[in-house]
């Protein structure tokens, strides 16, 4: 039988990254006809293949941005902006294996200056900032509810293992529209902090999120006491992690929580042997190289064994207790990275609570998949009711 959660390639790495682009729709990142247009391009997916398939899909609605600047069509431009940055993330995507590699670094280089060229054309407050981060600075961009200054609830809304600042602008709109301000940004082993900074993922995140609070706080436009954290992908593991120790969050969300990465490791000679046979695996096939390529170098490391070592110090179990504030944990059905929502909820004292998203509801697959708005329905609904945000004025 066929996979029901399969969209268009039954290679599940690719299809996966397919519908990230899909989902993407919902905030105007993405054209449907284009993706699935760029999509027929790739054929038989390879990571060369997608890269020159999206790259072409990227310089299109590009330059299609670029005439409607020169148009005076500012809708237009920036839309085809926003099209184009995404098209370029997934242009090299499947190409982080080696940070050096000038396609990664000529294609992240254009995600950014797309993003940028649209974040200047919006209806509503965009603005890249630098966070100061031990003794030098993380990128992030502040999305403001509306234009009149007034101090409003804002949400944290870190990056996950492979994502950029620029991407989560898909989080953006629901947020915004509600009456809150948005703060994506990137931390080490992400976006800007990895390929141009070369810092690398570190598992106490706690030490990233309170010097992120301490900018956030300073700001005359975001109500102190009403700071939210909303931790999606490798997020579900970062964000409950810092929530132990910075207690200036008044409520979280965990989407899906991963509590503990080295629960998926094993150990033993059974561990001893998977480092053995993943290795193996890496040298037979290039995708299994490029996947374990582009994790191990987002933590600085260069070997299977070491990875997975790495992974086991992922883990927030015996501190969950210290968390405070009202937790949201979401499970999707399908989610790859799934299933320890139960795990973290039983380790929290806090008021906690457990949402489970189905097929029925057209939830399948990582974080929601194409079910983007049923997701925002749930989250934002209850955020709400901590967060109280008023109406942002029309932009």
């Known amino acids: 039988m066929p996979d029901p959660a399969r969209v268009f390639f ?5 299809d996966g990254q397919l519908v990230r682009s899909l989902s993407a729709v919902y905030a105007g990142s993405a054209d449907l006809g284009e993706v699935l247009a760029t999509a027929r391009r790739v054929g038989p997916p390879n990571p060369g293949r997608w890269a020159s398939a999206w790259t072409a899909s990227a310089e299109r609605a590009e330059a299609t941005a670029r005439q409607a600047l020169a148009d005076q069509q500012r809708v237009t431009a920036r839309d085809a902006f926003l ?11 499947f ?4 940070l050096d ?22 209806d509503r407050p965009l603005t890249e900032v630098r966070i100061p981060y031990d003794g030098t ?3 992030g961009y502040f999305c403001a509810a509306d234009d009149s200054g007034n101090a409003r609830p804002t949400l944290l809304m870190p990056c996950g293992y492979d994502s950029t600042a620029e991407s989560g602008w898909v989080q953006v709109p629901d947020a915004v529209a509600r009456g809150y301000n948005v703060l994506l940004f990137e931390g080490p082993g992400q976006g800007q902090a ?5 810092l690398y993922f570190r598992p106490d995140f706690e030490h990233v999120l309170g010097q992120v609070v301490d900018w956030l706080v300073a700001r005359s436009d975001v109500r102190t006491d009403r700071i939210g954290l909303v931790g999606r992908s490798f997020a579900g593991y970062l964000a409950p992690r810092a929530a132990t120790v910075e207690h200036r969050i008044a409520a ?3 989407d899906p929580a991963q509590p503990d990465m080295g629960r998926r490791v094993p150990g033993g000679l059974i561990g001893r042997l998977a480092g053995r046979i993943v290795g193996v695996e890496t040298r037979l096939s290039a995708r299994r190289a490029e996947f374990f390529g582009a994790r191990m170098a987002a933590h600085g490391i260069t070997s299977i064994p070491a990875y997975l070592d790495e992974l086991r110090r992922y883990t927030m179990i015996e501190q969950a ?5 009202p937790t949201l944990v979401i499970e999707s059905q399908n989610d790859f990275a799934g299933g320890d929502g139960r795990l973290l909820l039983d380790a929290m004292t806090c008021p906690k609570q457990l949402v489970e998203l189905t097929n029925e509801q057209g939830i399948d697959g990582h974080c929601a998949g194409l079910a983007q708005q049923v997701w925002a329905g749930v989250v934002f609904d209850w955020l709400d009711r901590l967060l109280a945000p008023e109406p942002a004025s029309a932009p």
């Open 252 to 254: 979280l969300v965990c």
């Open 10 to 14: 039954r290679e599940a790495d690719f």
């Open 194 to 198: 990895l390929y141009e900074q070369r």
């Open 95 to 98: 190409l982080r294996g080696r």
């Open 321 to 325: 207790g210290a968390i405070s504030c």
């Open 83 to 93: 099209r184009a940055s995404e098209y370029y993330r997934q242009a090299f995507y």
């Open 137 to 139: 600075t993380v990128k």
């Open 101 to 122: 590699d000038p396609r990664l670094q000529a294609g992240y280089a254009a995600h950014v200056a797309a993003f940028g060229s649209a974040a200047a054309l919006m």
